[in-house]
T-cell receptor
Framework: ETGVTQSPTHLIKTRGQQVTLRCSSQSGHNTVSWYQQALGQGPQFIFQYYREEENGRGNFPPRFSGLQFPNYSSELNVNALELDDSALYLC???????????FGPGTRLTVL | AQSVTQLGSHVSVSEGALVLLRCNYSSSVPPYLFWYVQYPNQGLQLLLKYTSAATLVKGINGFEAEFKKSETSFHLTKPSAHMSDAAEYFCAVSERGGSQGNLIFGKGTKLSVKP
């Protein structure tokens, strides 16, 4: 059984650019959640996808968008990057109806 | 709305000493509560969870936590600290219960273990 994987590990972008982060769910999981963890803070919920549909969203602007694919992998897209978007982005997968989310190692995004 | 407060952003203990990391929650529904650990430059690993069964929950690596509804607390303890326990610890509450909703995290407590 493979765990949650994320790519890339690190990424550097400049303000105004767009970025796509990728996540592969743990085998058998059909729900993916994305979190943003700023330096020195706890993770904050961005959104969740279940069966390719958005299933809840946190307090993030529309320039944060996502996709879930039929194989349950997922993408997080951020448009018009701002300096404050610099953070560790964590993906978590789970099986709908079960109570535990399993986290990937994260993607560290730096916006200059 | 649900929220989590972790008292103490940094806790330092000696190797072999008791570890106590504090977490208080606020929830309008029966809470699902979690403790996660994060080692440097890594993601989050689940230590233990409370999902309305036994109030004393045992987790991995010798950690345990006790759910106290009257105190709205879910403190994490370990009888004897090891050097390998040095990491950041996050308490979280589930908004709607488990994977059906998002997790709301505290700001974390960084644990240092002195030799």
């Amino acid at each position: 059984e493979t765990g949650v994987t994320q790519s890339p590990t690190h990424l550097i972008k400049t303000r105004g650019q767009q970025v796509t982060l990728r996540c592969s769910s743990q085998s058998g999981h059909n729900t993916v959640s994305w979190y943003q963890q700023a330096l020195g803070q706890g993770p904050q919920f961005i959104f969740q996808y279940y069966r390719e549909e958005e299933n809840g969203r946190g307090n993030f602007p529309p320039r944060f968008s996502g996709l879930q694919f039929p194989n349950y992998s997922s993408e997080l897209n951020v448009n018009a990057l701002e300096l404050d978007d610099s953070a560790l982005y964590l993906c978590a997968s789970s099986f709908q109806g079960e109570d535990t989310q399993y986290f990937g190692p994260g993607t560290r995004l730096t916006v200059l | 709305a649900q929220s989590v407060t972790q008292l103490g952003s940094h806790v330092s203990v000696s190797e072999g000493a008791l570890v106590l990391l504090r977490c208080n929650y606020s929830s309008s529904v029966p809470p699902y509560l979690f403790w996660y650990v994060q080692y440097p430059n890594q993601g989050l690993q689940l230590l233990l969870k409370y999902t309305s069964a036994a109030t004393l929950v045992k987790g991995i690596n010798g950690f345990e936590a006790e759910f106290k509804k009257s105190e709205t607390s879910f403190h994490l303890t370990k009888p004897s600290a090891h050097m390998s326990d040095a990491a950041e610890y996050f308490c979280a509450v589930s908004e709607r219960g488990g994977s059906q909703g998002n997790l709301i995290f505290g700001k974390g407590t960084k644990l240092s273990v002195k030799p």
